[in-house]
């Protein structure tokens, strides 16, 4: 009986663990070498910290808006930031505790260092104390991930300059702070500061907030915050700013002043590929140092492959396990390639965003004839029901073969409901299809069948003029 096939991973993200345990349960002896935290940065200071704490921020806004519908509240509603912090911290440690106990499980041996490739089978990897040991494989995975950008202009000092890293672990709410960038990360920070009582101002180069997204969430969002009393300057740079007494003065290029307590850089994203040996074994990066993958995941070095964000592929979370999957597959000598044409993404402002495919303007422009369905949040007994009526869906078909190629959802538990629509594009469903399945009621997900009924003018609950 031969031995099990060896594999390192380099990276314990969520592509790196994910492609880890993959790889063992298909039989392989694997070894995971980081220098971090198991968990990566989704885990440990992105997605799930932000989430725990967008929670209680949205909890308590519920809250206050439910006195109006019957609930008794004694006294104001506050937020202690130092306990929502302390839940978070309980949280992560959690969660990276109960992927060690999956390690042990599947006998994955994790080593703490920095992994370097020294040929296409052999990691170096330094450890903490200086150590030195080399490790050898027949496969090799790199998933180090992105990092926050250290840009010369926005020097991080962890004080008054911040990175959602440190943002995620103040214990004081900032009278007021700019957020620079309107991507998802400043939106969603936007939304957590503004509901924790700072006043916010979000600077954004370009025309618009979520650059990406369809033209009918980004409406709403825009709308929505300004209700919260978010200032949003709008294809507006900083030009010159300086921290003084421990608060910024910027200058924004439309002449504005504004002075607050922190600033926020949530500009971009930096993948972690130098420094891994890449150069020596002859692995192929682009331009932005992204390593370069085929399908399979696997480099430009047979045997060697990347996953997750240091491929610049799609740099989400869920993407990079997906990735990590495919690469382990493949490296165990299954083949199995990745699709990039139906992703769910999940932005997790207040209120929620879900979508998946194709906006109406990409759809134009990749020369479909785009034909568009939309339901409010409002028109549906249970969005009525539990105090959400803010939002919309919104599906786009092709004209002539009417199958789904985007489905947009901004309102409550949107970044949910959106898989639906994606399991719909995955099988290749017309909106006929899912007009015409069951929906349950009282439930959020009646606004997709809604939506898929509008496209031919049949929705049962919103008005529209008889053709």
């Given at each position: 009986?031969?031995?099990?096939?060896?594999m390192?991973i380099?990276?314990?993200?969520?592509?790196?663990?994910?492609?880890?345990?993959?790889?063992?349960?298909?039989?392989?002896?694997?070894?995971?070498?980081?220098?971090?935290?198991?968990?990566?940065?989704?885990?440990?200071?992105?997605?799930?910290p932000?989430?725990?704490?967008?929670?209680?921020?949205?909890?308590?806004?519920?809250?206050?808006?439910?006195?109006?519908?019957?609930?008794?509240?004694?006294?104001?509603?506050?937020?202690?930031?130092?306990?929502?912090?302390?839940?978070?911290?309980?949280?992560?440690?959690?969660?990276?505790?109960?992927?060690?106990?999956?390690?042990?499980?599947?006998?994955?041996?994790?080593?703490?260092?920095?992994?370097?490739?020294v040929?296409?089978?052999?990691?170096?990897?330094?450890?903490?104390?200086?150590?030195?040991?080399?490790?050898?494989?027949?496969?090799?995975?790199?998933?180090?991930?992105?990092?926050?950008?250290q840009?010369?202009?926005?020097?991080?000092?962890?004080?008054?300059?911040?990175?959602?890293?440190?943002?995620?672990?103040?214990?004081?709410?900032?009278?007021?702070?700019?957020?620079?960038?309107?991507?998802?990360?400043?939106?969603?920070?936007?939304?957590?500061?503004s509901?924790?009582?700072?006043?916010?101002t979000?600077?954004?180069?370009?025309?618009?907030?979520?650059?990406?997204?369809?033209?009918?969430?980004?409406?709403?969002?825009?709308?929505?915050?300004?209700?919260?009393?978010?200032?949003?300057?709008?294809n507006?740079t900083?030009?010159?700013?300086?921290?003084?007494?421990?608060?910024?003065?910027?200058?924004?290029?439309?002449?504005?002043?504004?002075?607050?307590?922190?600033?926020?850089?949530?500009?971009?994203?930096?993948?972690?590929?130098?420094?891994?040996?890449?150069?020596?074994?002859?692995?192929?990066?682009?331009s932005?140092?992204?390593?370069?993958?085929?399908?399979?995941?696997?480099?430009?070095?047979?045997?060697v492959?990347?996953?997750?964000?240091?491929?610049?592929?799609s740099?989400?979370?869920?993407?990079?396990?997906?990735?990590?999957?495919?690469?382990?597959?493949?490296?165990?000598?299954?083949?199995?390639?990745?699709?990039?044409?139906v992703?769910?993404?999940?932005?997790?402002?207040?209120?929620?965003?879900?979508?998946?495919?194709?906006?109406?303007?990409?759809?134009?422009?990749?020369?479909?004839?785009?034909?568009?369905?939309r339901?409010?949040?409002?028109?549906?007994?249970?969005?009525?029901?539990?105090?959400?009526?803010?939002?919309?869906?919104?599906?786009?078909?092709d004209?002539?073969?009417?199958?789904?190629?985007g489905?947009?959802?901004i309102g409550?538990?949107?970044?949910?409901?959106?898989?639906?629509?994606?399991?719909a594009?995955?099988?290749?469903?017309?909106v006929?299809?899912?007009?015409?399945?069951?929906?349950?009621?009282?439930?959020?997900s009646?606004?997709?069948m809604?939506?898929?009924?509008?496209?031919d003018?049949?929705?049962?609950?919103?008005?529209?003029k008889?053709?």
């Amino acid at each position: 009986m031969s031995s099990p096939k060896r594999m390192i991973i380099i990276g314990a993200g969520p592509g790196g663990y994910v492609a880890a345990i993959r790889a063992a349960q298909l039989g392989a002896q694997v070894t995971v070498v980081e220098e971090q935290a198991v968990g990566g940065v989704c885990l440990n200071w992105g997605c799930i910290p932000s989430k725990t704490l967008l929670n209680l921020v949205d909890l308590g806004e519920r809250a206050r808006h439910a006195e109006a519908w019957g609930l008794t509240v004694e006294g104001p509603i506050g937020f202690d930031l130092k306990r929502m912090i302390s839940r978070k911290n309980e949280v992560v440690a959690s969660l990276v505790k109960g992927i060690a106990t999956l390690f042990k499980q599947w006998k994955i041996q994790h080593v703490a260092g920095r992994g370097e490739l020294v040929s296409d089978r052999q990691v170096l990897v330094t450890h903490v104390d200086g150590a030195t040991n080399l490790l050898e494989s027949e496969a090799i995975v790199v998933a180090t991930g992105s990092s926050w950008p250290q840009l010369p202009q926005f020097p991080i000092d962890g004080h008054t300059v911040l990175s959602s890293k440190e943002a995620l672990d103040l214990t004081d709410i900032p009278r007021s702070i700019i957020i620079v960038g309107g991507g998802v990360e400043g939106c969603e920070f936007a939304c957590l500061f503004s509901g924790l009582g700072s006043q916010v101002t979000l600077v954004e180069m370009l025309p618009t907030l979520l650059s990406m997204e369809d033209d009918d969430t980004v409406a709403i969002l825009t709308r929505e915050f300004k209700k919260r009393k978010i200032q949003l300057a709008l294809n507006t740079t900083i030009q010159d700013w300086q921290s003084t007494a421990g608060r910024i003065h910027a200058t924004l290029s439309s002449g504005q002043a504004v002075v607050a307590e922190k600033m926020l850089i949530s500009v971009g994203r930096r993948m972690n590929s130098p420094g891994l040996g890449l150069e020596t074994v002859g692995v192929q990066t682009g331009s932005r140092e992204e390593i370069l993958v085929d399908d399979h995941m696997e480099t430009s070095v047979p045997g060697v492959y990347a996953v997750g964000d240091v491929t610049g592929k799609s740099m989400l979370a869920h993407v990079a396990s997906a990735q990590g999957k495919v690469a382990a597959a493949n490296a165990m000598g299954i083949t199995q390639s990745i699709n990039y044409e139906v992703i769910p993404a999940g932005i997790f402002t207040l209120p929620e965003i879900g979508r998946v495919g194709l906006t109406e303007k990409q759809a134009s422009e990749q020369g479909f004839q785009p034909t568009v369905g939309r339901f409010r949040y409002g028109g549906l007994g249970k969005a009525q029901a539990v105090g959400e009526t803010t939002g919309q869906f919104k599906i786009i078909a092709d004209e002539q073969s009417k199958k789904i190629i985007g489905v947009h959802i901004i309102g409550a538990h949107a970044a949910d409901l959106i898989h639906e629509g994606a399991l719909a594009m995955q099988g290749g469903l017309t909106v006929q299809d899912v007009a015409h399945m069951i929906h349950a009621h009282p439930t959020l997900s009646e606004g997709l069948m809604e939506a898929a009924e509008d496209i031919d003018g049949l929705a049962i609950h919103q008005a529209r003029k008889r053709t």
